[in-house]
């Protein structure tokens, strides 16, 4: 057990912070995660999105079910990739297109289903990692 130096509330060993006030309990804590964990989880949500949309659709229209298709397969392998820190040449691009297909196959439902926000929020994303993205692709 270790004790709270602030408090004196006696935490478990593996508790990196008191379960009872918050203050930091030893200097070995675990990293953040890299900026491109949430853009990485963001896309493999936005991926798994539209692929199902193209299931529901059941293919009622074929040019929207491969609009869907490229889609949802750019942004999970861009997702996938991202988080298996195998960046490829140009991942920027990759992750723009995938959110432009995402944003106009969701925004036309606008008005109807806020499914857009997940696409903004991967858009948000990218541009916050963008350095970091740029970055780890030239590294590659």
């Not at 004196?8 to 804590?29: M, Q």
């Not at 299931?55 to 298709?69: H, K, P, Y």
């Not at 999970?76 to 297109?97: D, F, Q």
Request: proline share 4%; aromatic share 18%.
């Amino acid at each position: 057990m270790v004790t709270c130096k602030r408090c004196g509330f006696k935490n478990p060993e593996e508790f990196f912070f008191c379960g009872n006030c918050g203050f930091k309990l030893s200097e070995k804590v675990p990293s953040i995660s890299s900026p491109l964990s949430a853009l990485a989880y963001l896309h493999m949500v936005g991926g798994a999105y539209l692929i199902l949309s193209i299931i529901l659709l059941w293919g009622a229209f074929i040019e929207v079910s491969l609009f869907l298709f490229v889609g949802g397969f750019l942004n999970l392998y861009i997702g996938w990739r991202l988080y298996n820190k195998k960046v490829p040449r140009m991942a920027w691009v990759i992750s723009l297109t995938a959110t432009t297909f995402g944003l106009l196959y969701t925004f036309q439902w606008f008005i109807f289903i806020p499914d857009w926000m997940i696409f903004i929020m991967i858009a948000v994303a990218l541009w916050q990692s963008l350095p970091a993205l740029k970055e780890a692709s030239i590294k590659r």
